[in-house]
Nanobody, 125 residues
Framework: QLQLVQSGGESVQPGGSLRLSCAAS????????IGWFRQAPGKEREGISCISSSDEPPNYVGSVEGRFTVSRDNANNTVFLQLNSLGPEDTAVYYC??????????????????WGQGTQVTVSS
């Protein structure tokens, strides 16, 4: 069964950090772009970052650029999203997703073939 398995979400205080993991099962991530989305209560799912299978620099939306960092560990078939300087506005369910189409259209959910189950990040004092 082909799937992405996520972990790492939890509750943290403002200013804190987390590292989210997205591990592939049943396929290898080497040739897939991995996008990260988040969905806050009452809001649409938002594409926030993407890392391609090539050496292109990752993509970030403005609201997370400079605070979040995406990386991949192909040897362990896992992609990570490092979240720093978290604020209440970052509270959401975070999803990873795999695409064969690179990161050009990374904010569009329909370009992704596989999705992780989501992991909750809550930022609150």
């Amino acid at each position: 069964q082909l799937q992405l398995v996520q972990s790492g979400g939890e509750s943290v205080q403002p200013g804190g950090s987390l590292r989210l993991s997205c591990a592939a099962s049943g396929f290898t991530l080497d040739n897939w772009a991995i996008g990260w989305f988040r969905q806050a209560p009452g809001k649409e799912r938002e594409g926030i970052s993407c890392i391609s299978s090539s050496d292109e620099p990752p993509n970030y939306v403005g609201s997370v650029e400079g605070r979040f960092t995406v990386s991949r560990d192909n040897a362990n078939n896992t992609v990570f999203l490092q979240l720093n300087s978290l604020g209440p506005e970052d509270t959401a369910v975070y999803y990873c997703a795999a695409s064969r189409f690179g990161c050009t259209y990374y904010i569009i959910p329909s370009v992704y073939a596989y999705w992780g189950q989501g992991t909750q990040v809550t930022v609150s004092s």
